[in-house]
């Protein structure tokens, strides 16, 4: 849950900037681009001291389901950064991707059940 979303309509919009709690500061993030339209956003995540990373998400309808094309692009700022960029093996990504699907897909069942 972000700390504080900075928002003209309160949303994910493009500029939009908001702040999630990390470690070892805070992660500011800001969405550079945000098509709807085209179930794409693109967003800039930087962790002081540790990265900035460039996130793509691109959305794809599939047989009722709906697929995720999801790219993270870490560039080191610090010493800490460094091990971290090197830690960010594949298979420690598709570890973290197999998490985030799972808190993902709990998220929006329960979100669905409070919208009926």
């Not at 470690?23 to 002081?48: C, D, G, Q, S």
């Not at 598709?94 to 897909?105: A, D, G, P, R, Y």
Request: some cysteine; overall charge negative; hydrophobic content about 40%.
């Amino acid at each position: 849950m972000p700390e504080l979303v900075i928002s003209s309509s309160g949303v994910a919009e493009r500029d939009c900037v908001f702040i999630t709690a990390d470690e070892p500061a805070n992660a500011i993030w800001y969405i550079t681009r945000h098509e709807p339209e085209k179930w794409f956003v693109e967003m800039l995540k930087v962790v002081p001291g540790l990265t900035a990373c460039r996130l793509q998400i691109q959305l794809s309808p599939n047989e009722g389901e709906c697929f995720a094309d999801v790219t993270y692009r870490h560039t080191s700022i610090g010493p800490a950064g460094d091990k971290f960029v090197a830690e960010f093996t594949s298979e420690y990504y598709e570890k973290f991707m197999q998490v985030w699907e799972k808190l993902l897909n709990e998220f929006l069942k329960r979100d669905l059940r409070l919208t009926k």
